[in-house]
């Protein structure tokens, strides 16, 4: 029997691999077959991905990101050692969270520079037929779920989440020529170290409102992996340009 969702012989580009939700990408998508290469700018959590990876061509590169005139060598040499791309995980991101009269221009720039504008560069490299497997490629960008409903105090984070998924509209129509398939995944809360960390600087009575506000509960990295096997597996070969609420309930209020 075929499974649709099988990532067998496919390499898939991971950025933001380190932790969190791009580490359980990686994870899952070795599991589920595929090679992964792995992007992150932090070697040791890099090197703790790496060994939790199913066997595999696994490639791993401390890079990061914004330096942007370095990117193709690192896909140059990815695709050298284990062939053309057929995926690539956008799960990269940083979050600040400040008033508008707070906000300065560095701080939407630093936003901008990782959250958008490195998953746009990549795409752009991986996307060259150099690089990319022909007529069946999947590029999946995690967004917000506050890319689309927005949040007090979150403007900079929210707009650069939502330019990601506006910008993936545009790239999944000009990309549908050479077949290849751009998708993003917007989750709510998910339960990270990331997310522990901000829950720790918060009082109980404001984690209890925030966790009221998910019906199903706050979700877990393996909600957005799972997501992410299915955009970048067969099963959805005819998906393209679509944002992909992962919320538990969050935006149905």
């Not at 499974?3 to 380190?18: D, R």
């Not at 998508?29 to 932090?42: F, T």
């Not at 020529?177 to 993003?184: A, E, G, L, M």
């Given at each position: 029997m075929i499974?649709?969702?099988?990532?067998?012989?496919?390499?898939?580009?991971?950025?933001?691999?380190?932790s969190g939700i791009g580490r359980k990408?990686?994870?899952?998508?070795?599991?589920?077959?595929?090679?992964?290469?792995?992007?992150?700018?932090?070697?040791?959590?890099?090197?703790q991905t790496f060994s939790k990876l199913e066997s595999g061509d696994h490639l791993s590169y401390s890079q990061n990101l914004t330096d942007y005139p370095d990117l193709e060598s690192v896909i140059k040499s990815a695709v050298s050692k284990t062939g053309k791309i057929s995926g690539f995980i956008h799960s990269a991101g940083i979050e600040i969270t400040l008033p508008l009269k707070l906000m300065s221009h560095e701080h939407y720039e630093k936003l901008y520079a990782i959250n958008t504008i490195s998953a746009f560069e990549i795409s752009k490299i991986v996307s060259s037929k150099k690089y990319v497997v022909n007529n069946d490629a999947s590029f999946v960008f995690i967004a917000s779920i506050r890319g689309v409903v927005g949040e007090s105090g979150a403007i900079g984070y929210c707009s650069s989440k939502g330019a990601l998924i506006s910008g993936m509209k545009a790239m999944a129509l000009e990309l549908s020529?050479?077949?290849?398939?751009?998708?993003?995944i917007s989750p709510a809360i998910i339960k990270t170290e990331m997310t522990k960390q901000l829950f720790e600087q918060i009082s109980e009575e404001s984690r209890i409102k925030i966790l009221s506000m998910h019906p199903m509960g706050f979700g877990e990295p393996e909600d957005v992996a799972n997501a992410s096997i299915f955009l970048l597996s067969n099963a959805s070969k005819w998906i393209t340009g679509t944002n992909l609420v992962v919320d538990g309930g969050y935006s149905a209020r």
């Open positions: 499974n649709p969702f099988s990532l067998a012989n496919k390499n898939i580009l991971i950025t933001g691999a380190s990408c990686a994870i899952s998508c070795s599991q589920m077959g595929a090679n992964v290469i792995l992007i992150d700018k932090d070697k040791e959590g890099l090197k020529s050479k077949n290849i398939r751009v998708n993003c």
